[in-house]
């Protein structure tokens, strides 16, 4: 069973730039469909990004629309840690960010797919 643990979440400034880390454990990342996802107040929970190479030598990597081209998904198999580099930050982008895992390639943009999940790290973007 694997282990989520986020960090890098912060205040910034709008234009600003943070990145998440994702640190697993118990289980290779390699081994699942890695994501994002964040959840703002009041709002349900919402699919950011996704990287994908289960059974396969090909990575798949998938943005919502409202971070491409700003954000970008990336992760170190060696040291078994996820991250979310984010670039331009708007206030809209103010959530809690977590880390997910599943083992299979499917549904990537439905949280209910997955299996393990991170406590979270906030992301703060004033105005």
């Known amino acids: 069973q694997v282990q989520l643990v986020e960090s890098g979440g912060g205040l910034v400034q709008a234009g600003g730039s943070l990145t998440l880390s994702c640190a697993a454990s118990?289980?290779?990342?390699?081994?699942?469909?890695m994501a994002w996802f964040r959840q703002a107040p009041g709002q349900e929970r919402e699919f950011v990004s996704t990287i994908i190479s289960i059974g396969t030598s090909d990575t798949n990597i998938y943005y919502a629309a409202s971070v491409k081209g700003r954000f970008t998904i990336s992760r170190d198999n060696a040291k078994n840690i996820l991250y979310l580099q984010m670039n331009s930050l708007k206030p809209e982008d103010t959530a809690v960010y977590s880390c997910?895992?599943?083992?299979?390639?499917?549904?990537?943009?439905?949280?209910?797919?997955?299996?393990?999940w991170g406590q979270g790290t906030q992301v703060t973007v004033s105005s």
């Open positions: 118990g289980g290779s990342i390699s081994d699942y469909a």
């Open positions: 997910a895992a599943k083992t299979t390639p499917y549904g990537f943009q439905d949280d209910s797919r997955y299996n393990y």
